[in-house]
């Protein structure tokens, strides 16, 4: 009967042990994945604080200008490319994480890429290149990306003086200011998104194209496309040039 209580108590301990090495497990990846989502929230409306800032920088501002009304990012007065970035700290640890994962378990990579959208972890990112001459901003390149309900969905555009010509073509119209068009994404989630061309010239409603619609980067749902995510871009058979 003693060997048997002592059994009895020893598998109890162990039962107990497990019950709470479970529900510490359980709170630690509740509140890792707390944090991941604070912290996810925290750098999309940074992100957009950045991106709503570059959209107010005009060609031809100084670089004390640039600084004032993007404080998120720093342009020197030095000739050159200055790049201005924003994504999630999570993303640093997911970035390498997948990175393994794409070498070693693709099958795992592209599940766990899948899930971690439906749970509010969002891929996304920000890139600005400012481009500065003889002390002025010279042209803006900026890409803005986000994993959608099921598609990559994104812009990049330009602000510089004169649209190239070999952009505009020898069937353009003379003269055109601003141009937008449709172009595949190519990454880890494929996409359609829109590439976008402006001039000292475009005119302020043309400029709106390029203002986001932020809760595409916090929604457990997605957003659907790229109009969803630029609700000001023109219906479909609007001109390429104009």
Not at 42 to 62: C, E, F, K, N, P
Not at 70 to 78: D, F, M, Q, R
Not at 142 to 149: A, D, E, K, N, S
Not at 155 to 181: F, H, Q
Request: charged share 25%; aromatic share 10%; with cysteine.
């Amino acid at each position: 009967m003693m060997k048997e209580a002592g059994k009895f108590r020893s598998s109890h301990r162990i039962a107990h042990w497990a019950a709470w090495a479970v529900l510490s497990l359980f709170v630690l990846a509740t509140v890792l994945y707390v944090s991941a989502l604070c912290d996810e929230h925290y750098q999309a409306h940074r992100a957009m604080r950045v991106y709503d800032q570059l959209l107010s920088v005009r060609i031809g501002d100084t670089f004390a200008e640039f600084d004032r009304k993007v404080p998120g990012c720093k342009a020197g007065e030095a000739d050159g490319e200055y790049i201005c970035f924003v994504i999630p700290v999570t993303e640093r640890i997911k970035g390498r994480l997948d990175w393994f994962l794409m070498l070693e378990q693709e099958e795992i990579y592209q599940w766990q890429m899948a899930q971690r959208q439906r749970i509010g972890l969002r891929d996304w990112s920000l890139v600005s290149r400012v481009t500065m001459l003889r002390g002025r901003v010279s042209e803006i390149n900026t890409q803005f990306f986000v994993v959608g309900r099921d598609q990559m969905l994104g812009c990049l555009w330009y602000v510089k003086p004169e649209l190239g010509r070999a952009r505009v073509g020898s069937n353009g119209p003379i003269g055109a200011s601003t141009s937008l068009d449709e172009t595949h994404i190519t990454s880890a989630w494929a996409g359609l998104g829109y590439r976008m061309e402006f001039t000292p010239r475009s005119e302020v409603r043309d400029l709106h194209m390029r203002e986001i619609n932020g809760s595409c980067l916090t929604s457990f749902k997605g957003c659907s496309d790229s109009r969803e995510l630029l609700p000001n871009v023109p219906p479909r058979g609007h001109p390429e040039f104009w």
